[in-house]
């Protein structure tokens, strides 16, 4: 699923609050049967919903619970992308105000005045360097690939030509917070 409605109740004439996206990570709540249209939902929150979060059919849903060991792998991404990796990640968890003058292909994401990610245009390497790294992806799509990892989670957009186009780290942490 590439993105799905995240609804204000468990059922699809509740009204659609947020759009879940490829690669979202969100902590489950609560379940609910709905016995009548043969549907599971799922409550879901993420900090960047709110407080109440939403529902949306586990149908739509992957679950990854297995983590990649990414934490010794980071700076060698780093190096088969062409940018300075450590550099991004030190300005997680900060407020706002540390991330300095704009640089070209990259934006921090941001969520109450704190970076709680990037994405960063590469136009380098290819998906069998990344699979070489981290192994198979845990969900992949036509031209995105997805990692749960120790410290990070990792989006990897593809080309056509399966160069990696840019990537995209959040922290696991910055999800769940507040």
């Known amino acids: 699923m590439e993105r799905a409605y995240i609804r204000s109740g468990p059922s699809t004439e509740s009204e659609a609050v947020a759009v879940a996206g490829f690669g979202g990570v969100y902590e489950i709540m609560e379940t609910r049967i709905d016995e009548v249209n043969d549907m599971e939902w799922l ?8 407080s109440e979060g939403g529902w949306i059919s586990s149908k739509l849903l ?3 619970s297995e983590e990649v060991a990414d934490v010794d792998k980071i700076s060698i991404l780093g190096e088969k992308l062409s940018i300075p990796i ?8 900060k407020g706002e105000q540390s991330v300095n003058s704009p640089v070209w292909g990259l934006e921090y994401q941001i969520f109450d005045d704190v970076v709680t990610g990037f994405t960063n245009t590469v136009n380098t390497s ?8 981290f192994g198979e992806p845990q969900l992949e799509m036509k031209y995105l690939l997805f990692y749960h990892g120790e410290k990070y989670n990792y989006i990897i ?4 030509d399966g160069v990696i186009e ?5 922290d696991l942490k910055a999800s769940f917070s507040k």
């Open 126 to 133: 290819s998906k069998d360097e990344i699979i070489e790294l």
């Open 62 to 64: 992957s679950t990854v």
């Open 166 to 170: 840019k990537v995209t780290i959040n």
């Open 157 to 160: 957009h593809l080309r056509k």
């Open 86 to 93: 450590d550099e991004r990640l030190e300005i997680i968890g």
């Open 43 to 50: 409550h879901i929150e993420r900090k960047d919903l709110g």
